[in-house]
């Protein structure tokens, strides 16, 4: 009997706390539907005021004539690129282009002998590489020249793909290098650069000569790089152990530092 006793008194001291969280859990419980009955009327204010704000008559139209706009009307698409041959009077017109280019290229090299960086700039802008590029992809699809010649002048620098990139990847690609490291070489390095551009143009326009679309009379005197100068710049692999690749690199080495120390007043 006495363990019974102690049995119903243990059973009551649990059965207090239990009952004493009852209420806990009926207030969470009404606390939840409260807010999300809140949440819902919420929601609801959002959706009238949207459909409130759909159903509103639209917007006048924006001012015209001599009336200031806030923004600008749209260009004008640039006509669609022409496909196809190009005609014998589109080659004749592509190869001036490319004897101009050539000559701005003259000037560049006397601006960049003198240290005169933005002679180069504005000698070989941008606008000049996408001239080169437009005249020389004419001469690669016209039907007034060889297969032969169309191969040599090649496609465009970065869209080959499968084929030949010919003189005109060469030319703009030395072009797009020389303007991107402007400020950062010595007269020696923007000459190279030029040197190369020089050669693939002079390419062009003897193709340009021999089909007659060029009077010779027309083409700059070319002179070029020894080839001593070349070899320190486009280093070759020597199958017999490699002392020739560092010598050229050497080479090279002391040419920058005279042409530094010459810019800087150090000799």
Not at 70 to 93: I, N, Y
Not at 165 to 190: F, H, S, T
Request: charged content about 25%; glycine content about 6%; aromatic content about 6%.
């Amino acid at each position: 009997m006495a363990v019974s006793r102690w049995l119903w008194v243990v059973a009551a001291a649990l059965a207090a706390p239990l009952a004493a969280l009852t209420p806990r859990r009926t207030l969470v419980r009404q606390a939840a539907l409260g807010s999300t009955a809140c949440s819902f009327a919420s929601i609801g204010a959002l959706l009238l005021q949207q459909r409130a704000r759909l159903a509103a008559p639209p917007l006048p139209p924006p001012p015209q004539g001599d009336e200031t706009q806030s923004v600008p009307p749209p260009l004008p698409r640039p006509p669609p690129p022409r496909r196809g041959a190009a005609t014998p009077e589109e080659t004749r017109a592509a190869f001036a282009r490319l004897l101009a280019v050539r000559r701005a290229v003259d000037d560049a090299e006397a601006h960049a002998a003198a240290r005169r960086w933005e002679g180069v700039r504005s000698a070989v802008s941008d606008r000049l590489v996408g001239e080169l590029q437009a005249a020389a992809t004419v001469l690669a699809r016209s039907e007034a020249l060889g297969a032969e010649a169309r191969r040599e002048v090649g496609w465009a620098w970065g869209a080959c793909g499968w084929r030949r990139c010919g003189a005109q990847a060469d030319a703009a690609q030395a072009l797009c290098k020389l303007r991107a490291n402007l400020g950062m070489i010595v007269p020696l390095e923007a000459l190279f650069y030029l040197d190369i551009a020089k050669r693939a143009l002079d390419e062009i326009v003897a193709i340009g000569v021999a089909e007659g679309f060029i009077a010779a009379a027309d083409v700059p005197h070319s002179e070029y790089l020894p080839r001593e100068t070349l070899e320190m710049f486009l280093v070759r692999d020597d199958d017999e152990g490699g002392d020739e690749a560092s010598e050229f690199l050497e080479d090279y080495e002391a040419a920058v530092l005279r042409e530094l120390n010459a810019e800087l007043g150090l000799d």
